[in-house]
């Protein structure tokens, strides 16, 4: 299971922890400035995802510098093109005399159109060394999970990204008949691997792999969205069902008022309505409207989340 946390009240910038299950480390979504952000959960994330760099979504990276420094670890900063240029300037800003080589390493991913420009910047010198870029929209790996990015128009480019935990196979050993042992993970590799006619030895006697495939089940791999800022435009909704569609859980920006629909086309912003009907239509289980104008007070966002929700059920029913 993906266990998102959202660590911004509605008051406050936008920020996403993600936790796995059986899984070490956490992964930070977009660094806008959060209360419930903790130092350690900082320090624990081995990777963090920055949609677009407006203020509210990239303020408090500088807490990401802060707290991972002498961590000495290699630390993964997904983002749009440019996002190396401008991590370099938020490190620059500082005096690192006392910092030594190995104290930390961030590797940076920068996502255009089916490339990922990679550079990674450490100090003394901070200097971006570039490294062989990479094809495809696979913008971290790692064994339990996978995530990807599709680009969304907020008059910038806005990345908005999927974690996508992997299939696994589960065994059903009560209905073997056998006692557990190394034939369970010889079976599931024979599986994974598509070899069929792997031999596989329970106690004394051997078996071919595909006989005992009823025993195997596939358990689906959960699923994340984190959509961040977008007009509300034909084209982004194109995007945002062919990347999400039937996905678990999505944080989706829902910025304005049904009644602010103006104002949210002219700064290429979603709206309640819009985010709620695009949730529907890309059959999202359980979709979580966030970020939103700071100018509404705690009624306005209550209404927010209402209209959000009425457009969602009216949609689904469709
Ligand atoms: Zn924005
Ligand atoms: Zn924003």
Known sequence: MIRPELKSKPSEDISILVKLD?????????????????????????????????????????AVIRHQIGM???????????????????????????????????????YEHEEIKVYEIEPPNWELKKLPSLTGNRLYEDKDFVVTATLLDHKIPVLAYLFKEHDTVK???????????????????????????????????????????????????????????????????TKIKKHFTGCNTVFVESFYLNEDREQAETNFHSYAKQSGKIMAEAKVKNPIPVHFSRKYKEEDINTILHQFTTAYNEHLEE
């Open 171 to 237: 065994i059903d050993i009560g209905k073997s008949g056998f006692q557990g042992g190394k034939w369970v993970k010889d079976l599931k590799v024979a599986f994974e691997n598509e070899s069929p006619d792997a031999p596989i030895q329970i106690q004394d006697k051997t078996y071919v792999a595909k006989d005992l495939y009823h025993l195997l089940s596939i358990k689906k791999g959960d699923s994340l969205g984190i959509i961040m800022d977008h007009a509300a435009h034909t084209e982004n909704h």
């Open 72 to 110: 000495e670890r290699r630390v993964v900063i997904c983002g749009p093109k440019g996002i190396a240029d401008q991590v370099q300037s938020k490190i620059k800003s500082y005096t690192w005399n006392l910092i030594e080589k190995g104290s930390i390493i961030f590797e940076l991913r920068e």
């Open 22 to 62: 059986n899984h070490a480390w956490n992964y930070l979504c977009e660094c806008g400035d959060a209360s419930a952000l903790t130092v350690k959960e900082i320090q624990n994330s081995k990777a963090v995802f920055i949609s677009h760099t407006h203020i509210d979504h990239f303020v408090n990276f500088d």
